[in-house]
Nanobody, 119 residues
Framework: QVQLVESGGGLVQPGGSLTLSCEAVGTLLNFAFYDMAWYRQASGKQRERVARITGSGTIDYADSVKDRFIASRDNAKNTVELQMNNLQPADTAVYFC???????????WGQGTEVTVSS
C-alpha cells in the first residue's frame, strides 16, 4: 500500500509562488514506474487534474496552469513536486497528490494540502 504525504501549502499573495511536495512511502515496487499527478479541488467545485508526470517522464498540464506551474519528480527520493508561479486567487484550492501503479487498477491519494491565494 502506497501512502502519499504532501507538504508545502499555505497562504500566498497574488503573483507569488509556492512549491508543493509529495513523498510516496510504504510498499513501493518501483516508484519510477508510477504515473504521478497533482489534482486540486476548490470549494464547491469538482476535483480537476492540474499536472501529470508519467513514469516515462512525459508531463502535461491543465490549460489553466500551463506556463505557470512546473511538475517534476525525483525517483531516487520517491518524490514529486509542483512549483507554482504567478499564483492567482483562482488557484485557491486543496491540492492532492495521486499515484497510479502499473500493477494495480486502484490509485492512491494524498491527504491534500491547502493553497490560498489572497491579498
Amino acid at each position: 500500500q502506497v501512502q502519499l504525504v504532501e507538504s508545502g501549502g499555505g497562504l500566498v499573495q497574488p503573483g507569488g509562488s509556492l512549491t508543493l511536495s509529495c513523498e510516496a512511502v510504504g510498499t513501493l515496487l518501483n516508484f519510477a514506474f508510477y504515473d504521478m499527478a497533482w489534482y486540486r479541488q476548490a470549494s464547491g467545485k469538482q476535483r480537476e487534474r492540474v499536472a501529470r508526470i508519467t513514469g516515462s517522464g512525459t508531463i502535461d498540464y491543465a490549460d489553466s496552469v500551463k506556463d505557470r506551474f512546473i511538475a517534476s519528480r525525483d525517483n531516487a527520493k520517491n518524490t514529486v513536486e509542483l512549483q507554482m508561479n504567478n499564483l492567482q486567487p483562482a488557484d485557491t484550492a486543496v491540492y492532492f497528490c495521486y499515484a497510479q501503479s502499473p500493477w494495480s487498477a486502484a490509485g492512491s491519494w494524498g491527504q491534500g494540502t491547502e493553497v490560498t491565494v489572497s491579498s
